[in-house]
């Protein structure tokens, strides 16, 4: 597609329930990202996926959340047993390499609350 | 542990001044620096970046400055307009993550009144 498309643009979840999110990025660009960004906060890295594999899962804050990308395409994130810490907005970016930089794009995100 | 610090959250600037934006960083490894522009509900989008080879890269009314020894950067935008207010993040990589994972600060939220 035309840019990185997240799904839902919004999502209401009750505490302990999961969710999945899902990240369609633009067609072409083998690295993808998540970030999220609490209130207040600065984006915070989560995982980053080149291809199908996740070389850096560093920023995932704990086992309650695991990511996947099948294809090399659409990514899904998903959370288990949300907790209201876990409110925040999802940010997908994918890039490819420019010849001098990674371009990153972004989704509009995936504005999570856990109530 | 922040790495990227914004430390003004928020800037006011009148239509046609020059805004300035202002980011500090402390990881020396950081060699790649970009500022993102965020609209509310929208994702962030790539405004300017500079290599660590330089100091000042230019593109038309944005320049961003690096002053390596100060571990400082700014965003200089001149002249300001009301529709560049938004909410402006800073961010930083390092060549040898292997990829460009990148490191944000909070942000800075520009408001350009006409």
């Known amino acids: 597609g035309a840019g990185v498309s997240q799904s839902p643009s919004n999502k209401v979840t009750e505490k302990g329930k999961d969710v999945e999110l899902r990240c369609d990025p633009i067609?072409?660009?083998?690295?993808l990202y998540w970030y999220r960004q609490s209130l207040g906060q600065g984006l915070e890295f989560l995982i980053y996926?080149?291809?199908?594999?996740?070389?850096?899962k560093s920023g995932l804050p704990s086992d309650r959340f695991s990511a996947e990308r099948t294809g090399g395409s659409v990514s899904t994130l998903t959370i288990q047993r949300t907790q209201q810490e876990d409110s925040a907005v999802y940010l997908c970016?994918?890039?490819?390499?420019?010849?001098?930089?990674?371009?990153?794009?972004f989704g509009s995100g995936t504005r999570l609350t856990v109530v | 542990d922040q790495q990227v610090k914004q430390n003004s959250p928020s800037l006011s600037v009148q239509e046609g001044r020059i805004s300035i934006l202002n980011c500090d960083y402390t990881?020396?490894?950081?060699?790649?620096f970009l500022w993102y522009k965020k609209y509310p509900a929208e994702g962030p989008t790539f405004l300017i970046s500079i290599s660590s080879i330089k100091d000042k890269n230019e593109d038309g009314r944005f320049t961003v400055f690096l002053n390596k020894s100060a571990k400082h950067l700014s965003l200089h935008i001149v002249p300001s307009q009301p529709g560049d207010s938004a909410v402006y993040f800073c961010a930083a990589s390092e060549k040898n993550t292997g990829f460009q994972k990148l490191v944000f600060g909070t942000g800075t939220r520009l408001l350009v009144s006409p």
């Open positions: 996926f080149q291809g199908n594999s996740a070389p850096d």
């Open positions: 990881n020396s490894m950081f060699d790649y």
């Open positions: 067609s072409g660009h083998t690295a």
């Open positions: 970016a994918s890039s490819t390499w420019t010849g001098s930089s990674y371009g990153y794009t």
